[in-house]
């Protein structure tokens, strides 16, 4: 099993916590580097097959192209989703006239309920929250 095979393959055992652990490791690094998350397209030489890397710094991430697609809608999901969860924060600070700590539990309510809609594990504190 070369590289790529045992990282898909415990990628693939690995629960949502566990794969939420290890991409904020890739996105938290330090202020040092160039801070650039680098991503193209590639055929892999040994049997053509297609893939994307991502490269952030000095580390690489090679997923085939139906996993990059998942996790490129999972990005694109979680920015809508800090999206509306800041206009939601303003909006009843603002206009409800309540403080933090109450915006604070009404975003924990609305991440619940947007998880059990999606029916996602329940982690209002973790990166699907």
């Not at 990628?11 to 949502?16: F, S």
């Not at 999901?77 to 539990?105: N, P, T």
């Not at 947007?114 to 329940?122: A, F, G, T, V």
Request: proline share 3%; glycine share 10%; net charge negative.
């Amino acid at each position: 099993m070369d590289g790529l095979e045992r990282l898909n393959y415990a990628w693939g055992r690995a629960d949502i916590e566990a794969r939420s652990a290890f991409l904020r490791g890739l996105y938290n690094r330090s202020a040092e580097g160039n801070q650039v998350l680098e991503v193209q397209a590639l055929v892999g030489s040994a049997r053509g097959e297609p893939m994307v890397e991502l490269r952030w710094e000095d580390k690489i991430l090679q997923w085939d192209p139906e996993q990059a697609i998942e996790h490129g809608v999972g990005c694109i999901e979680a920015a809508e989703a800090a999206l509306h969860d800041a206009w939601f924060a303003s909006f009843i600070k603002q206009r409800v006239g309540l403080g933090i700590e109450e915006v604070g539990a009404m975003l924990l309510e609305l991440r619940a309920w947007r998880q059990r809609r999606n029916e996602l594990p329940e982690d209002p504190e973790g990166v699907t929250g």
